[in-house]
């Protein structure tokens, strides 16, 4: 058996870690010959909770599973982790405007940053999952300055899926069968869902579908799809951002399938003209514990359009908290 990683969780009592922690405990994100520590972290407040999780973590004696540890604190939870999944955050209260949502998740981020760059393993990965998650990975990394920007990534593989998922089902398409999806930007509703490199069974889907639907409906539906569910369910998005939050963290330490192109929320090298420093989402394919952005990708004016969109409420968001990152 290989030696145990170390998996630090922040909001470990919410609704996404609550399907989440099961199913790493069960090796679907780290593989089936992985044993993990689980360094689970929440507000005192919601430490009673997190016991309570604990316990039926434990009474399901996952051979995987070597240690549970619970924490009100970060600086103790990412104590040595090898990664670590920023989920908590706080929501948007009534009578919140979006620069207090900013705001007040900067400083959660910054002391959470700080506190990766104190405690955390030198090669530790981390995923914000919180949002504003692009803003928050910028935030968490510029306030750890002994860790590359590499090693910080944003959630946006809920979108990548939902796009799959909605295309599949009005293809008819096995989901396995299509590739070529690129969410680009920012997690909202101003992220652009490329299906003009997308295929289903190595055909164009750009040849199988109907461009006012793409533009008109398909688009539309995946940008506003967390709103939607909200609506329906009462309560956002969790089974699914779970199953999102293993795709991302097994496809970034294990390599994504071969061919496969997947989004992920990284720190903008400058490719495709996006401004340097901002967390926007790009194509990548992952080998190695590496991403490498998918370059070369021809990009027509409407897909230029949308990308320079999300790009700049992306540094709208940088505006907003300037004053409070590290120079
Ligand atoms: P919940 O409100 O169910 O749970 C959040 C938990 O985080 C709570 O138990 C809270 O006590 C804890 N928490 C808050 N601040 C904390 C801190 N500083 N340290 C430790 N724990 C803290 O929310 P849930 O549905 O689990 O969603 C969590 C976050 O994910 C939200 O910010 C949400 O907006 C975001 N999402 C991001 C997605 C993405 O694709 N990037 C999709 C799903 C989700 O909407």
Known sequence: MRRPVRIAITGAAGAISNSLLFQIADGSMMGDDQPVILQLIEMPERM???RGLAMELEDCAFPLLHTITLHDNVEEGFNNAHYALLIGARPRGPGMERRDLLEVNAEIFTRQGKALNDHANRDVKVLVVGNPANTNALIASRNAPKLSPSQFTALTRLDHNRAKGILANHTGANPLDIDGIIIWGNHSPTQFPDLYHASVLGQPVMEQIDQEWYQQEFIPKVQTRGSQIIDARGV???????????????????????????SMGIISDGSYGIEKGIFYSFPVRCNYGRY??????????????????????????????????PA
Do not use: C, Y
């Open 48 to 50: 009673e909770a997190l």
């Open 236 to 262: 956002s998005s969790a089974a699914s951002a779970a199953q999102a939050i293993i795709h991302h963290m097994r496809d970034w330490t294990l390599g994504t399938p071969p061919g496969q192109v997947v």
């Open 292 to 325: 490498q952005i998918v370059k070369g990708l021809d990009l027509n004016a409407f897909s230029q359009k949308m990308m320079k969109h999300t790009e700049q409420e992306l540094l709208e968001e940088k505006a907003a908290v300037n004053h409070l990152l």
